[in-house]
């Protein structure tokens, strides 16, 4: 998996007023868990850009103090109404032991739905995967090339080589939607079938 590096600056005092003062500097106050002693540390909020505004899933390179771990965000807080991020929470992963992650889906090929007029609906935009990071793919690929009207691709119909999907087998993933043009051009298609067969 693809990993994006952040540095962040050790924080010497915690609470409201500590959190206020960051926030007032354009930083975010940070936790890292699963490394020993929880260790608290700011970031940037500028930071976070290309690590949450993004559809794909990364892991961190953090550097806290000089100490680098690979880490994943866990959690992030926003404000209610100016959407600022207020906290963030990451949680340093053992490289030897599966994790779970969310990975983004990437939709490939043709479908015979869409081109016979359906639209495209993609309910799940990730999916929530286990194991060992090595085998963690930048995505998951979804096949549509035998999506029909009216079908769906559910997450039992995907396999993916050393990985567990734990999303409930019947969702659905993506689908072919049955548009008023596509039914009314099936209407018509099968009204001139039987004006032939009167003939």
Do not use: W
Request: hydrophobic share 40%; glycine share 8%.
């Amino acid at each position: 998996m693809k990993t994006i590096a952040l540095k962040g600056e050790l924080r010497g005092s915690l609470g409201k007023a500590a959190n206020k003062q960051l926030r007032a500097k354009g930083m975010t106050p940070c936790v890292l868990y699963g490394a020993g002693d929880n260790v608290h540390f700011a970031l940037y909020e500028a930071d976070f850009k290309n690590l949450v505004y993004t559809p794909n899933t990364y892991l961190v390179r953090l550097d806290t103090g000089g100490n680098q771990v690979i880490a994943k965000l866990q959690d992030i807080q926003y404000h209610p109404v100016s959407e600022a991020i207020l906290h963030a929470d990451f949680y340093a992963i053992d490289l030897s032991n599966p994790q779970v992650l969310q990975l983004p889906i990437q939709v490939v090929g043709n479908s015979p739905g869409v081109r016979a007029g359906g639209k495209l609906r993609t309910k799940i935009k990730k999916l929530t995967v286990k194991g060992l990071i090595q085998d963690m793919p930048d995505f998951i690929e979804v096949n549509i090339d035998k999506l029909q009207l009216g079908k769906s691709v559910r997450v039992k119909d995907l396999s993916v080589e050393n990985i567990e999907l734990l999303d409930t087998p019947e969702n659905s993933i993506v689908s072919v939607v049955i548009t008023r043009a596509s039914r009314s051009a099936g209407a018509t298609a099968g009204q001139e079938e039987e004006e032939e067969t009167a003939e």
